[in-house]
């Protein structure tokens, strides 16, 4: 039915409803990072173009056939009846080549306006795809909820959640919500050997097993040796002086600004890392564990992009989060 291992039930609803004639105007895709809810959002975005032209889409599979001219159009940026809203590249001579805003403005937001107060070009539908809609500045996310609120005919939003609970309750409560979960380990390896087949079997295994269901997080950190770091903590974790030397080399390693991308992904790994540490603890073990699972995600939660820590000091304090938990025996 899909190209999108592990979501036929949800490509299944997707496929029901673009065939009704009331179709809700507003979707949550909601789930972790790269477990593939864009791409479903973006074939979806294809279908009901292609399908708001009267030309018939496949009935077996979310996504029209690649060579339609609706698809090519849309494939090369230049359909006139389909927006995608993502976080732009800044426009300073002073940050880092490819360095993105921190959010969505009310500007991308405001530039909807022709779109929607128009008539489509090439048939019944518009397509607006917000990727993601966490970064949505509040500004944006209030004009947003005003286009929501009053959709014009054949409108139809689609918006990409890494974490639904930050959006606007009165956007939630508009759109309907489309939950995606990580893949299972079948579906992983399946995943991982279509995008990477020229990869040993033994990394990709171990590249599914660190990912915790997400293709997409595998294939984005393949490069950055997440393994390393893994082990890392884990002597962090257990204190002493290795853990001393450990956080310096983590430091040193993730303070430039090559090292950018492991930042990031290092960010993102400890929240995880203390997490399966946290399973089968109980008691005073388990409440200490989870205040600094908390920590490790406040830490982390805009501390990127941009920088509100210097990279060494952001290490520093999530390493300390982890070197916590020696003390709690989890």
């Not at 940050?95 to 022709?114: E, F, M």
Request: hydrophobic share 45%; aromatic share 4%; glycine share 10%.
């Amino acid at each position: 039915m899909t190209d999108w291992l592990g979501h036929d039930a949800q490509i299944a609803a997707l496929m029901e409803a673009s065939a009704t004639t009331r179709m809700h105007h507003g979707w949550i895709f909601a789930g972790p990072r790269g477990v593939g809810k864009a791409g479903v959002a973006l074939d979806f975005a294809k279908r009901l173009l292609v399908a708001g032209t009267g030309r018939t889409v496949p009935a077996d599979r979310l996504a029209p056939d690649e060579n339609d001219p609706i698809v090519r159009l849309l494939a090369g940026g230049a359909h006139p009846d389909f927006v995608r809203l993502e976080r732009l590249e800044k426009d300073d001579r002073k940050s880092d080549t490819g360095q993105l805003a921190r959010n969505i403005t009310v500007d991308q937001v405001r530039g909807l306006a022709r779109l929607l107060h128009s008539a489509p070009s090439m048939g019944s539908r518009r397509i607006i795809l917000i990727d993601s809609a966490d970064d949505l500045e509040t500004g944006a996310a209030n004009a947003l909820l005003k286009s929501l609120e009053e959709p014009p005919a054949g409108a139809v939003f689609l918006l990409i959640a890494h974490k639904p609970g930050k959006l606007l309750p009165t956007i939630r409560s508009r759109c309907r919500m489309m939950r995606f979960a990580p893949l299972d380990d079948e579906a992983m390896i399946q995943a991982l050997a279509g995008a990477l087949p020229d990869v040993p079997a033994s990394e990709r295994a171990a590249l599914a097993a660190s990912a915790e269901g997400s293709p997409g997080q595998a294939i984005a950190t393949r490069d950055l040796n997440l393994p390393a770091l893994e082990a890392a903590l884990g002597l962090i974790a257990q204190g002493g002086r290795e853990a001393s030397a450990e956080r310096a080399k983590l430091m040193s390693a993730l303070s430039g600004v090559a090292a950018r991308p492991r930042l990031e992904a290092f960010v993102d790994l400890v929240p995880r890392f203390i997490a399966r540490r946290l399973r089968g603890a109980q008691g005073a073990s388990l409440g200490q564990g989870i205040e600094a699972f908390e920590e490790a995600q406040r830490l982390g939660a805009g501390a990127v992009t941009p920088l509100q820590l210097e990279p060494g000091a952001l290490v520093y304090m999530l390493c300390g989060t982890v070197a916590g938990l020696g003390a709690t025996r989890v």
